[in-house]
């Protein structure tokens, strides 16, 4: 099977159109896309798939969570943060006299009800089955290996929540599953579509095409994939969606396959080893460019980082700064994990961190937006949100991490480089990021001989 005409002919063009950037031949691409699973790799994912369906369906790992005592926040006085908002003790206190007691009562209940509503708008992303074939691997779900991918897609739909609605956006139920038109502002059903299980060009960041992008680089089905190359695969799909931007004169992603267009410019900032730095003149060049080098374009920044050595936990001395990095107004979260397993961090909490769970099976949301007039089930919209939290010592993840920033306009993204700076000066030998005004120029080797 031509696995990349296949996905072309999902996406309802068969050869580019006049105007269309076409797509460069890849060998290394097509052997990964057209690698078929083993036995021993397909009977392993099946019961991955069964023991998924299991829990789901017994309610197992809300159980499990309960009884571990991991999703239900310590008592304790420390304030706690979600993406970069800062909520203050959720516990009540102590106090002597009664009357500032039921005060102080009513004040955190008030406080427990703000965090519980703003978690209860956090886009949450989990395995899904019954989508459509994986290629030759006929994969249709990707339970087992594709958690990496779905926090990665939590940190984009966060990221873009935050971008389309406003960090204050809170879901209270009423809003309708697709928007009235094309100049209304998008609807929490429209951002997903954007992460539809389904190989089209109206779902860009969909499984399907993080995989199909992301094919060169060693992503294939069936096979798991650490943050650092799942970064990779999404620049190629902003790279992608810009190309196609651009021919279609500054329109988004494809609008009549979809209300939501994918308006953010992408700066990754992965330096071949070493700290990776972010240049801040790049970082300008990217939410600047194709303009007049003064109009601003919503930027988001990706950092992936490996701290420390140890293949278990992260080193000790770069859990301050993961801390901090949780506090910044700008954050929108972590791709991180513990040994074995990703999840996405959206906060922290003294020396936890706060996070949501991909590791959950449900039915996939396949359907895209439709033209005009046509009807969505809403319904599918629910299944991309959750109402409990995680937690877990910082100091217990995984070195392998990625770093998410959203910076709406310039100022956000030089107030970001000063928190950054401060950072790192304050810890000037183990610093988690290296910044940068511009790269230095590449020296010719040759004329200095």
């Not at 039921?102 to 519980?116: G, M, V």
């Not at 994918?262 to 003149?281: F, H, K, M, V, W």
């Not at 217990?396 to 959203?406: I, K, Q």
């Amino acid at each position: 099977m031509d696995w990349k005409r296949y996905l072309k002919t999902e996406e309802g063009h068969g050869d580019p159109s006049p105007g269309e950037p076409a797509e460069e031949e890849a060998t290394e691409e097509v052997v990964f896309l057209q690698r078929s699973l083993s036995l021993t790799e397909r009977t392993r994912l099946g019961l991955s798939e069964a023991w998924y369906s299991w829990v789901e369906r017994f309610g197992l790992q809300r159980l499990r969570s309960i009884v571990s005592g991991v999703a239900t926040l310590p008592e304790t006085d420390e304030p706690l943060y979600l993406l970069g908002k800062r909520y203050e003790t959720l516990n009540r206190g102590e106090k002597e006299d009664e009357k500032e007691d039921d005060d102080a009562q009513l004040r955190a209940k008030e406080r427990t009800e703000a965090f519980a509503e703003d978690l209860g708008s956090r886009a949450w992303v989990t395995y899904r089955s019954g989508f459509s074939p994986l290629g030759p691997s006929l994969l249709t779900n990707d339970a087992g290996w594709g958690c990496t991918i779905r926090s990665g897609q939590m940190l984009l739909a966060n990221c873009l929540l935050v971008h389309h609605k406003g960090r204050e956006w809170r879901r209270r139920g009423g809003e309708a599953s697709t928007s009235a038109g094309h100049d209304a502002p998008p609807t929490a059903e429209d951002i997903f579509s954007l992460f539809h299980d389904h190989p089209g060009m109206g779902s860009p960041l969909s499984l399907h095409n993080v995989i199909k992008e992301g094919a060169g680089l060693g992503i294939a089905p069936g096979r798991w994939v650490g943050p650092h190359g799942l970064c990779q695969a999404v620049r190629r799909i902003f790279t992608r969606e810009e190309a196609r931007r651009r021919a279609r004169g500054g329109a988004g992603i494809n609008v009549a396959a979809s209300r939501c267009e994918l308006s953010l410019s992408l700066y990754l900032a992965a330096d071949a080893g070493g700290i990776p730095t972010l240049y801040r003149s790049r970082a300008v060049e990217e939410a600047t460019c194709g303009s007049d080098g003064a109009t601003w374009r919503p930027l988001l920044i990706l950092v992936p980082v490996t701290l420390g050595c140890n293949s278990s936990y992260v080193n000790p001395c770069y859990v301050p700064q993961i801390l901090t990095v949780l506090s910044t107004p700008q954050s929108v979260g972590i791709v991180g994990g513990k040994p074995g397993s990703s999840i996405y961090v959206l906060g922290r909490q003294g020396d936890r961190i706060l996070y949501l769970d991909p590791h959950t099976l449900k039915p996939s949301v396949s359907g895209v937006i439709h033209h005009e007039g046509a009807q969505n089930d809403g319904a599918g919209a629910d299944s991309y949100f959750c109402d409990s939290v995680h937690h877990m010592l910082c100091a217990r993840l995984d070195p392998s991490l990625a770093l998410g920033f959203y910076c709406r306009e310039r100022r956000d993204l030089d107030d970001l480089y000063e928190r950054l700076g401060e950072l790192s000066r304050k810890h000037p030998t183990t610093s988690i990021v290296s910044l940068a005004e511009e790269p230095e120029p590449e020296k010719d080797y040759d004329a200095a001989s």
